[in-house]
Protein backbone atom coordinates (compact mmCIF):
# COMPACT_ATOMS: atom_id res chain seq x y z
CA UNK A 1 0.00 0.00 0.00
CA UNK A 2 0.93 3.38 -1.15
CA UNK A 3 2.09 5.11 2.13
CA UNK A 4 2.73 8.91 2.43
CA UNK A 5 3.70 11.12 5.81
CA UNK A 6 2.73 15.22 6.37
CA UNK A 7 4.98 16.79 8.35
CA UNK A 8 2.72 19.94 10.06
CA UNK A 9 3.85 23.11 10.37
CA UNK A 10 2.44 26.62 12.81
CA UNK A 11 -1.29 26.33 12.43
CA UNK A 12 -0.77 22.76 11.74
CA UNK A 13 -0.38 21.37 14.81
CA UNK A 14 -3.70 19.65 15.45
CA UNK A 15 -5.26 18.37 12.23
CA UNK A 16 -9.22 17.12 14.05
CA UNK A 17 -11.31 17.11 10.55
CA UNK A 18 -9.69 13.47 9.14
CA UNK A 19 -10.38 10.45 10.44
CA UNK A 20 -7.76 8.91 12.03
CA UNK A 21 -7.78 5.64 12.99
CA UNK A 22 -4.56 4.81 15.11
CA UNK A 23 -2.05 7.11 16.61
CA UNK A 24 1.37 5.09 17.14
CA UNK A 25 4.39 6.12 19.09
CA UNK A 26 8.21 5.58 17.31
CA UNK A 27 11.48 5.52 19.57
CA UNK A 28 14.44 6.49 17.29
CA UNK A 29 18.00 5.92 17.85
CA UNK A 30 17.93 9.86 18.09
CA UNK A 31 15.27 10.08 20.60
CA UNK A 32 11.65 10.70 20.36
CA UNK A 33 9.91 12.12 17.36
CA UNK A 34 7.72 15.18 18.27
CA UNK A 35 4.59 13.72 18.70
CA UNK A 36 3.35 10.30 18.26
CA UNK A 37 2.07 9.55 14.43
CA UNK A 38 -1.30 9.98 13.73
CA UNK A 39 -2.69 7.26 10.82
CA UNK A 40 -5.54 8.08 8.70
CA UNK A 41 -6.45 6.02 5.04
CA UNK A 42 -7.80 8.02 1.98
CA UNK A 43 -9.76 6.57 0.07
CA UNK A 44 -10.03 6.94 -3.75
CA UNK A 45 -12.30 6.26 -6.32
CA UNK A 46 -10.74 3.53 -8.20
CA UNK A 47 -8.08 2.55 -6.86
CA UNK A 48 -6.45 1.19 -3.48
CA UNK A 49 -6.46 3.35 -0.34
CA UNK A 50 -3.15 5.37 0.71
CA UNK A 51 -2.18 4.80 4.35
CA UNK A 52 -0.93 8.70 5.87
CA UNK A 53 1.27 9.28 8.97
CA UNK A 54 0.71 12.60 10.11
CA UNK A 55 3.31 14.03 12.63
CA UNK A 56 3.35 18.01 13.95
CA UNK A 57 6.57 19.10 13.75
CA UNK A 58 6.74 21.50 16.40
CA UNK A 59 4.30 19.02 18.59
CA UNK A 60 0.68 18.67 19.30
CA UNK A 61 0.97 21.59 21.80
CA UNK A 62 3.19 23.59 19.78
CA UNK A 63 5.70 22.80 22.38
CA UNK A 64 9.10 22.83 20.45
CA UNK A 65 10.39 25.91 19.15
CA UNK A 66 12.17 25.63 15.34
CA UNK A 67 15.93 25.50 17.01
CA UNK A 68 14.52 22.76 19.42
CA UNK A 69 12.65 20.58 16.84
CA UNK A 70 14.19 16.76 16.71
CA UNK A 71 14.35 16.56 12.66
CA UNK A 72 16.62 13.60 12.84
CA UNK A 73 13.79 11.39 14.95
CA UNK A 74 11.03 13.44 12.88
CA UNK A 75 12.52 11.89 9.68
CA UNK A 76 13.63 8.75 10.94
CA UNK A 77 10.30 7.82 12.39
CA UNK A 78 8.99 8.50 8.95
CA UNK A 79 11.55 6.65 7.18
CA UNK A 80 11.25 3.48 9.24
CA UNK A 81 7.36 3.64 9.99
CA UNK A 82 7.51 3.34 6.40
CA UNK A 83 6.20 6.12 4.58
CA UNK A 84 7.59 6.99 1.06
CA UNK A 85 7.18 10.28 0.21
CA UNK A 86 6.66 13.44 2.70
CA UNK A 87 4.54 16.49 1.99
CA UNK A 88 5.47 19.45 4.43
CA UNK A 89 3.95 22.42 5.13
CA UNK A 90 5.25 26.08 6.92
CA UNK A 91 4.20 29.29 7.42
CA UNK A 92 6.67 31.98 5.67
CA UNK A 93 6.90 35.80 5.90
CA UNK A 94 6.80 37.37 2.60
CA UNK A 95 10.15 38.94 1.28
CA UNK A 96 8.45 39.55 -2.56
CA UNK A 97 6.33 42.13 -2.49
CA UNK A 98 4.20 40.89 -5.14
CA UNK A 99 2.83 37.61 -2.32
CA UNK A 100 0.37 38.90 -0.24
CA UNK A 101 -0.44 37.54 3.13
CA UNK A 102 -2.81 34.22 2.54
CA UNK A 103 -1.33 34.00 -0.77
CA UNK A 104 0.37 30.22 -1.31
CA UNK A 105 3.88 29.24 -2.12
CA UNK A 106 5.41 26.08 -3.57
CA UNK A 107 9.36 26.25 -3.37
CA UNK A 108 11.69 25.49 -5.31
CA UNK A 109 15.01 26.30 -3.94
CA UNK A 110 16.08 27.50 -0.34
CA UNK A 111 19.04 29.13 1.42
CA UNK A 112 19.90 27.84 5.00
CA UNK A 113 20.63 30.51 7.71
CA UNK A 114 20.23 27.84 10.69
CA UNK A 115 23.26 26.93 13.27
CA UNK A 116 23.75 24.79 15.61
CA UNK A 117 21.00 22.20 14.54
CA UNK A 118 21.74 18.44 13.76
CA UNK A 119 22.22 18.71 10.56
CA UNK A 120 22.51 14.96 9.37
CA UNK A 121 22.83 11.70 9.70
CA UNK A 122 26.33 11.01 8.95
CA UNK A 123 27.93 11.75 11.39
CA UNK A 124 28.91 8.26 13.06
CA UNK A 125 31.73 8.07 10.26
CA UNK A 126 29.78 7.12 7.35
CA UNK A 127 29.59 10.21 5.33
CA UNK A 128 27.60 10.97 3.21
CA UNK A 129 27.38 13.86 0.57
CA UNK A 130 24.07 14.08 -0.83
CA UNK A 131 23.39 15.78 -3.75
CA UNK A 132 20.92 18.98 -3.04
CA UNK A 133 21.46 21.15 -6.19
CA UNK A 134 17.30 21.12 -6.18
CA UNK A 135 16.43 20.12 -2.40
CA UNK A 136 12.68 20.05 -3.18
CA UNK A 137 11.39 16.88 -5.25
CA UNK A 138 10.15 17.79 -8.57
CA UNK A 139 7.69 15.47 -8.82
CA UNK A 140 5.95 16.54 -5.45
CA UNK A 141 6.28 20.05 -5.94
CA UNK A 142 3.89 19.62 -9.58
CA UNK A 143 1.65 17.49 -8.06
CA UNK A 144 1.28 20.48 -5.10
CA UNK A 145 1.09 22.64 -8.13
CA UNK A 146 -1.52 20.42 -9.57
CA UNK A 147 -3.56 19.97 -6.51
CA UNK A 148 -3.87 23.66 -5.64
CA UNK A 149 -5.56 24.32 -9.34
CA UNK A 150 -8.74 22.38 -7.69
CA UNK A 151 -8.29 23.34 -4.03
CA UNK A 152 -6.62 26.73 -3.54
CA UNK A 153 -9.53 29.16 -3.83
CA UNK A 154 -8.76 32.02 -4.89
CA UNK A 155 -6.06 31.98 -3.00
CA UNK A 156 -2.77 33.67 -5.27
CA UNK A 157 -0.48 30.54 -5.22
CA UNK A 158 3.28 31.20 -6.30
CA UNK A 159 5.01 27.99 -8.36
CA UNK A 160 8.23 28.53 -7.48
CA UNK A 161 9.96 30.41 -4.47
CA UNK A 162 13.51 30.53 -2.30
CA UNK A 163 13.08 29.67 1.06
CA UNK A 164 15.20 31.69 3.84
CA UNK A 165 15.57 29.53 6.18
CA UNK A 166 16.27 31.16 9.80
CA UNK A 167 17.26 30.45 13.14
CA UNK A 168 14.45 31.66 14.93
CA UNK A 169 12.57 31.62 17.47
CA UNK A 170 12.73 35.27 16.92
CA UNK A 171 11.69 36.97 13.54
CA UNK A 172 14.01 38.83 11.83
CA UNK A 173 14.97 42.21 11.68
CA UNK A 174 14.17 44.86 9.10
CA UNK A 175 18.02 44.52 7.41
CA UNK A 176 17.97 40.92 7.82
CA UNK A 177 15.27 40.70 5.65
CA UNK A 178 17.23 43.12 2.90
CA UNK A 179 19.71 40.86 3.11
CA UNK A 180 17.93 37.84 2.59
CA UNK A 181 16.30 39.71 -0.39
CA UNK A 182 19.44 40.91 -2.06
CA UNK A 183 20.62 36.99 -1.52
CA UNK A 184 17.25 35.89 -3.62
CA UNK A 185 15.09 34.75 -0.81
CA UNK A 186 11.78 35.11 -1.30
CA UNK A 187 10.16 33.66 1.59
CA UNK A 188 11.53 32.86 5.13
CA UNK A 189 10.58 30.79 7.71
CA UNK A 190 12.38 28.76 9.79
CA UNK A 191 12.11 25.21 9.70
CA UNK A 192 12.49 23.64 6.12
CA UNK A 193 16.17 23.08 7.59
CA UNK A 194 17.52 20.42 8.44
CA UNK A 195 14.09 18.80 7.19
CA UNK A 196 14.64 19.08 4.16
CA UNK A 197 18.14 17.93 4.17
CA UNK A 198 17.20 14.92 6.22
CA UNK A 199 14.74 13.72 3.71
CA UNK A 200 17.45 13.29 0.84
CA UNK A 201 19.87 11.36 3.38
CA UNK A 202 17.26 8.71 3.67
CA UNK A 203 15.99 8.78 0.26
CA UNK A 204 12.69 10.22 1.01
CA UNK A 205 11.23 12.69 -1.29
CA UNK A 206 9.96 15.93 -0.36
CA UNK A 207 8.44 19.10 -1.36
CA UNK A 208 6.96 21.58 0.63
CA UNK A 209 3.28 24.12 1.10
CA UNK A 210 4.09 27.49 2.48
CA UNK A 211 1.55 30.02 3.49
CA UNK A 212 2.61 33.29 3.63
CA UNK A 213 1.20 34.91 7.01
CA UNK A 214 2.98 38.33 6.76
CA UNK A 215 4.79 40.27 5.12
CA UNK A 216 8.48 39.46 6.49
CA UNK A 217 9.65 42.33 8.52
CA UNK A 218 10.35 45.67 7.05
CA UNK A 219 8.58 45.01 3.91
CA UNK A 220 4.88 46.25 2.96
CA UNK A 221 2.98 46.40 6.25
CA UNK A 222 5.30 45.13 8.20
CA UNK A 223 7.33 48.36 7.92
CA UNK A 224 7.40 49.19 11.70
CA UNK A 225 6.27 45.80 13.36
CA UNK A 226 4.80 42.29 12.49
CA UNK A 227 1.04 42.51 13.05
CA UNK A 228 0.78 38.65 15.47
CA UNK A 229 -3.48 38.98 15.44
CA UNK A 230 -3.91 39.56 11.94
CA UNK A 231 -0.87 37.02 11.45
CA UNK A 232 -3.41 34.02 13.25
CA UNK A 233 -6.21 35.09 11.18
CA UNK A 234 -4.80 34.53 8.12
CA UNK A 235 -3.18 31.16 9.10
CA UNK A 236 -6.17 29.95 10.68
CA UNK A 237 -7.99 30.56 7.06
CA UNK A 238 -5.20 29.57 5.16
CA UNK A 239 -5.16 26.25 6.76
CA UNK A 240 -8.26 25.05 5.59
CA UNK A 241 -6.65 25.26 1.76
CA UNK A 242 -3.23 23.84 3.00
CA UNK A 243 -5.28 20.79 4.44
CA UNK A 244 -7.18 20.45 1.28
CA UNK A 245 -3.97 21.15 -1.18
CA UNK A 246 -2.20 18.43 0.74
CA UNK A 247 -5.31 15.57 0.37
CA UNK A 248 -5.27 16.36 -2.97
CA UNK A 249 -2.02 15.98 -3.88
CA UNK A 250 -1.87 12.98 -2.15
CA UNK A 251 -4.77 11.30 -3.97
CA UNK A 252 -3.70 12.16 -7.60
CA UNK A 253 -0.11 10.86 -6.49
N1 LIG B 1 9.85 35.02 9.52
C1 LIG B 1 10.21 33.75 9.79
N2 LIG B 1 9.33 32.78 9.92
C2 LIG B 1 8.02 33.07 9.75
C3 LIG B 1 7.59 34.37 9.47
C4 LIG B 1 8.56 35.42 9.34
O1 LIG B 1 8.24 36.60 9.10
N3 LIG B 1 6.24 34.34 9.37
C5 LIG B 1 5.88 33.04 9.58
N4 LIG B 1 6.96 32.26 9.81
Request: charged content about 20%.
Amino acid sequence: MACWGILGGSGLDDWKDLNWVDEVSISTPYGEPSAPFRVAFLERDDRSPIKVFYLPRHGADHRYAPHRINYRANLWAMKHAGAQRLLASATVGSIDSDMRPGSICIPDQLIDYTWGREQSFSDDGAVLHIDFTHPFDEALRQLLIGAQTTKAGDAIVHHHGVYGCTQGPRLETAAEITRLAADGCTVVGMTAMPEAALARELGLPYALLCLAVNPAAGVGQSAQSINHDSLKQVMEQGMVRVKSILLEAIKTG
